[in-house]
């Protein structure tokens, strides 16, 4: 088997790089790699971050940045995420005041700019690297929906490492961090027509803001899990503003599986912190040969 990585936001934009991203989540993995079988595979990075700079450079994170002087969200999408998210995250682990914006119940609930006014005063209690984190998400989502050649570009980068694994027959196990499963889901569900059910054994996501609700009204209809994915398994951690706090919704598909990532450190995003994590090794070896 082969395991395909799907990298998020706010990666190095220097396609010379892939190899060290690539490295870095193999790394993190191998901790929790009880008997090496998880290490042994081959595996491959969808690599597209210099995608994201061409379109909307700057996004990159960087340690330390500066807080933005007005609060992000000035696009619709962006003000409807961000109040998405404020509302559903878990403010006590966070050790802040949970300010009483309740998460929109319908497409037809107001959010969005409206909805903007406490999450002004809200957002700078947090840490300039978490609000530059949050920035560069709805910045990059905004770009992915909005931008139509950007977003056919990523698609056809990633999709350049997924049809020929499985054309080899490779049944690959595809790991997708962040905006990257965004892209993983909306591009296994339209080659599910074409490929056999349950062809990728596992699709493994890490703080995935298809737990926004906004999101998924994004992508084509019906949201769920693809029928080219044996098995889902998201991971996802309370303090994460990305995922807004919250597991997928599963709805009746018991091949859904949330996992709660307890413990994550501080910006509670990276994907490194959600692979070096004993559940997930074992559940990913589990599957292998």
């Given amino acids: 088997m082969t395991l395909i990585f799907i990298h998020g936001i706010a990666m190095d934009p220097d396609p010379a790089q892939a190899g060290a991203i690539e490295a870095s989540w193999r790394a993190a993995l191998a901790r929790r790699d009880r008997d090496g079988r998880i290490d042994a595979q081959p595996r491959q990075l969808a690599y597209y971050a210099d995608i994201l700079h061409k379109y909307r450079p700057g996004l990159t994170m960087a340690h330390g940045a500066a807080a933005p002087e007005r609060p992000p969200g000035d696009e619709a999408l962006q003000a409807e995420l961000l109040s998405e998210i404020i509302a559903s995250i878990d403010h006590g682990a966070l050790g802040l005041v949970d300010i009483g914006l309740a998460a929109p119940a319908s497409a ?43 977003a056919a570009e990523i698609d056809a980068r990633v999709l350049a490492t997924l049809e020929p694994a499985l054309a ?51 992508l084509p209809p019906p949201f769920g899990r693809p029928a080219i994915a044996a098995e889902w398994r998201n991971y996802y951690a309370t303090t994460d503003f990305v995922a807004g706090g919250q597991g997928i919704p599963a709805g009746g598909d018991a091949r859904i599986v949330n996992h709660q990532r307890r413990g994550m450190p501080f910006p509670y995003h990276l994907p490194e912190d959600y692979l070096d994590n004993a559940a997930l090794a074992d559940h990913l070896a589990a599957t292998l040969p």
């Fill in 108 to 150: 037809a609930a107001p959010r969005g700019a409206e909805r903007l006014g406490p999450i002004s005063d809200y957002l700078p209690r947090l840490p300039a690297d978490l609000i530059a984190l949050i920035g560069r998400f709805l910045r990059q989502a905004d770009l992915y929906f909005t931008n139509r050649e950007a």
């Fill in 168 to 218: 080899a027959g490779q049944r690959p196990i595809i790991i997708a961090h962040s905006l990257g499963s965004v892209i993983a889901c909306k591009l296994l569900a339209a080659m599910s027509g074409r490929w056999p059910a349950d062809q990728v054994p596992q699709l493994i996501t890490m703080g995935s803001p298809l737990a926004l609700a906004a999101i998924r009204r994004r």
